[in-house]
């Protein structure tokens, strides 16, 4: 139905007639076009426009003639969301049923989660078994992204009173899948690759293995393992002193036996927009007042890669405008690039086919997955 306040008028008042609950998707935000707010003043009682949850915040409640009425967010993740906190309990309870409750579980936090004061945030995670704990490893957080639901294993709930949930935190978990589905997940924290993608992928088609990733730097996938919160972590990490790319770096963190396996090599370059309009070509235009750029976190690969080739070029942090803007994966800075946001970005190669890609002459980078050697011989290992 288009934007019209009479058409929704219309069918307000005829699904009023023949229903016990009414249920309007989208046009319950403040838009210009968004009447569904108006309708329901004029043929009933708003009871609350905009609750203190995110994703979902928008959502409309009211009466009609003695009915219940709910205007549900249009974004997917907040019209799945909100529908499943208000629309759900209305349905069973006018039936005289219980209200079906999920299973819960408690994990270790794989990633550190920011949440703005004053409204519960309801995370999408996966879920994985190490040993004897469960891992969550937070997913795409937007309200738009529609596969962040296809791809959970549950959801946690970021209280309002908090302004986040330490790495490491355990967590209660709600359920949205069984729980021995979740057993076979390979849990891989550290560097971020789309090889890694691919590998999941791969798991899915194979059946009954998936693949959680958590993308937090090769030196905290490290970490990570280390404290038993991974099966593997992905490290591309080069040593400036002997040029060798992630040995010394397992050694230095893990301090014990592990299994080192060559997964990729990889391009670095810039990301730049279509046809390079700044002239991005080296990592001496970085400096200039011009240029816009966005980073990697610290302890990422890519970002010790460029740290490294900045002091070879005599050129300080304090030089590149948005250097301390830090994102966590390829896609995001090459994102930021693409919005306009940033003028270029120091990313992999492998992005060169959605973005302009400027090649920077630095030999392949060594891509490893590192595993705690016992690992290898549980039964979901022999699948990767």
């Known amino acids: 139905m288009r934007d019209d306040y009479d058409l929704i008028r219309r069918a307000v008042r005829e699904a009023v007639a023949r229903s016990d609950i009414v249920i309007v998707n989208a046009g319950s935000s403040a838009g210009s076009e968004d009447y569904t707010v108006h309708v329901l003043k004029e043929l009933g009682q708003v009871l609350a426009h905009g609750v203190a949850v995110r994703p979902g915040k928008p959502v409309m409640l009211g009466l009609i003639d003695g009915k219940p009425f709910v205007g549900l ?29 999920r299973e819960t579980v408690r994990a270790s936090l794989a990633r550190r989660i920011t949440s703005p004061m004053g409204v519960e945030e309801f995370v999408r995670v996966k879920l994985g078994r190490v040993g004897e704990r469960l891992v969550a490893t937070p997913i795409s957080r937007g309200a738009a992204v529609i596969t962040s639901l296809v791809r959970a294993d549950g959801m946690l709930v970021v209280p309002a009173d908090r302004e986040g949930i330490g790495e490491g935190t355990e967590v209660t978990v709600e359920l949205l899948r069984p729980l021995r589905d979740i057993q076979e997940t390979v849990v891989v924290i550290g560097s971020h690759d789309t090889s890694l993608d691919l590998m999941g992928s791969w798991l899915r088609r194979k059946g009954g293995y ?15 393992l280390k404290r038993g919160e991974a099966h593997m972590a992905g490290v591309h990490l080069l040593d400036t002193d002997t040029g060798e790319y992630n040995t010394s770096y397992v050694r230095k963190y893990l301090g014990r036996p592990a299994l080192l396996v060559l997964l990729a090599r990889r391009e670095q370059g810039f990301i730049v927009p279509k046809g390079n309009p700044k ?12 240029v816009r750029f966005v980073n990697r976190q610290r302890g990422a690969g890519t970002r010790l890669l460029l740290d490294f080739h900045l002091r070879q070029e005599g050129i300080s942090p304090e030089q590149v405008q948005g250097y301390r803007w830090e994102l966590f994966t390829h896609l995001n800075v090459a994102q930021a690039v693409k919005a306009g946001d940033a003028d270029g970005d120091w990313a992999s190669a492998q992005l060169h086919r959605r973005w302009t890609w400027t090649s920077c002459p630095w030999p392949g980078k060594s891509t490893n997955s590192a595993s705690q050697r016992n690992w290898r011989s549980t039964p979901v290992s022999r699948r990767c």
């Open 73 to 101: 967010p249009g974004y997917p993740v907040s019209t799945w969301l909100t529908a499943d906190l208000f629309v759900k309990p209305l349905v069973f309870r006018a039936q005289g049923l219980p209200v079906p409750q």
């Open 210 to 224: 998936y693949l959680s990733s958590a993308h937090v730097g090769s030196q905290g996938g490290l970490l990570a």
């Open 279 to 290: 002239g991005i070509g080296s990592f001496r235009d970085l400096a200039r007042p011009d």
